[in-house]
């Protein structure tokens, strides 16, 4: 078993100094512990309490700050929790700057709001679920897309910073991999646990990497589909070997705090969700369930719809479905597939450090008992017909954006 024990220093607590220029030969004032002098009247230079301020002792000085970061006389904690939730729902916080609420920050289009959510969010014992209950049941968020007297509301209001509609927002990188997985029935909604390792690009996961010094292994995806397709929060995650799929996306980087999410409009997001072969297994495992449980063509491109959109599907999209289906039917009747191996090893190289030549051998990759997904040759030409009827479904702005 492994245990975990706490200690506390005893004796006189060692001065610390301000240093002029860093330098450790020109001390200056002794400091002692404070909070953020910045936070005009939550700090213990103006009007010091026991709320905020800091023991000289060793003893209770993170239990201070704990209090003092959760006290309802801090309002700033909640308001930034608060405007973070916000965010997360209309694309925007109502302060547009969500990691500076300074002066040099963006000023709030609805202060009050904001002050009433903190306040609200204190109340209900600072319980996240329960405010986004509260933002996702509100008038607000429950508003159209759009405007009948959109012209209008544009010439008043450019930015909609009134929320006159519901903002559009695309998912998130996350949120699409979550999404596709839920919609196909293969998210595994476990929690907890050490990180999992989600199948990527299999050129990109064999590519050399350095490792002190060294040729790092190449990346292994976890053996079972239950594992890999776990939600990408446990995705395990290494720096310089980015999931391509993911940070096509816009998914930041792991050694940054990150404000807010960018939102751009590229090509090669058109091919990662087309050609990849993470989209291309999440349609054709969605194609094979609709084949299994349903008895007809129309259920299973109504079902489809049904699972995609969250709503039924209309005569035109039923019909559309239908004629993508017997064209993808007739090419997919015309092909003979063969199953196609995994890797068995990757041929490495590196120059010597000593000698200056050039080193190569084989890594072997232990794949044998590696489950794959749902693959083309291992179903029938209608199963992939269905499956391209999917995959255009999973394309569509419809199924990538809140709206």
């Not at 609200?120 to 319980?127: K, N, Q």
């Not at 450019?158 to 990188?173: D, E, G, K």
């Not at 976890?222 to 929060?233: A, D, G, L, M, V």
């Not at 200056?356 to 199963?383: C, F, H, I, K, S």
């Amino acid at each position: 078993p492994v245990y975990a024990a706490s200690t506390k220093r005893v004796g006189a607590v060692p001065a610390v100094h301000i240093l002029a220029g860093g330098s450790l030969e020109s001390p200056l004032d002794v400091a002692k512990p404070g909070l953020l002098s910045a936070m005009a009247g939550a700090n213990d230079l103006e009007k010091p309490t026991a709320w905020n301020t800091v023991p000289d002792s060793t003893d209770g000085r993170r239990l201070a700050l704990a209090k003092w970061i959760a006290s309802p006389e801090n309002t700033l904690t909640a308001r930034v929790t608060a405007n973070r939730i916000w965010q997360q729902h209309f694309g925007k916080g109502i302060v547009a700057t969500a990691n500076n609420f300074g002066s040099m920050g963006a000023r709030p289009t609805h202060p009050e709001l904001l002050d009433w959510l903190a306040n609200w969010f204190m109340d209900h014992d600072w319980s996240i679920k329960q405010l986004h209950r509260l933002i996702m049941t509100s008038a607000t968020y429950r508003e159209a897309g759009d405007h009948p007297d959109r012209n209008k509301i544009d010439a008043i209001d450019a930015t909609n910073s009134l929320l006159a509609y519901f903002p559009s927002r695309r998912l998130a990188a996350e949120e699409i991999r979550d999404s596709l997985l839920t919609v196909t029935g293969e998210l595994n909604p476990e929690m907890g646990g050490p990180g999992v390792f989600p199948e990527i690009n299999w050129e990109v996961a064999m590519q050399p990497r350095q490792i002190m010094g060294t040729v790092a292994p190449a990346y292994l995806p976890s053996k079972t589909p239950q594992e890999r397709n776990r939600r990408t929060i446990y995705a395990f995650r290494y720096r310089t070997l980015p999931d391509p799929f993911l940070e096509v996306f816009n998914r930041p980087g792991c050694d940054i705090s990150c404000e807010i999410r960018d939102q751009t409009t590229v090509t090669p997001q058109a091919f990662a969700l087309l050609n990849s072969e993470f989209v291309q297994h999440r349609s054709l495992t969605f194609a094979a369930k609709l084949q299994k449980n349903l008895p007809t063509l129309e259920k299973r491109l109504a079902a489809a719809v049904a699972q995609a959109y969250g709503r039924p599907a209309t005569a035109d999209e039923m019909a559309l479905c239908h004629k993508h289906f017997e064209e993808s039917l007739d090419r997919h009747r015309k092909e003979v597939l063969k199953p196609v191996a995994l890797p068995t090893h990757v041929k490495r190289g590196m120059i010597e450090e000593f000698t200056g030549e050039m080193v190569y051998w084989d890594e072997q990759l232990p794949l044998e008992d590696y489950q794959r997904d749902t693959m083309p040759w291992d179903v029938a030409p209608n199963v992939r017909a269905l499956a391209d009827v999917c995959l255009v479904l999973l394309n569509s702005n419809e199924f990538l954006h809140v709206r």
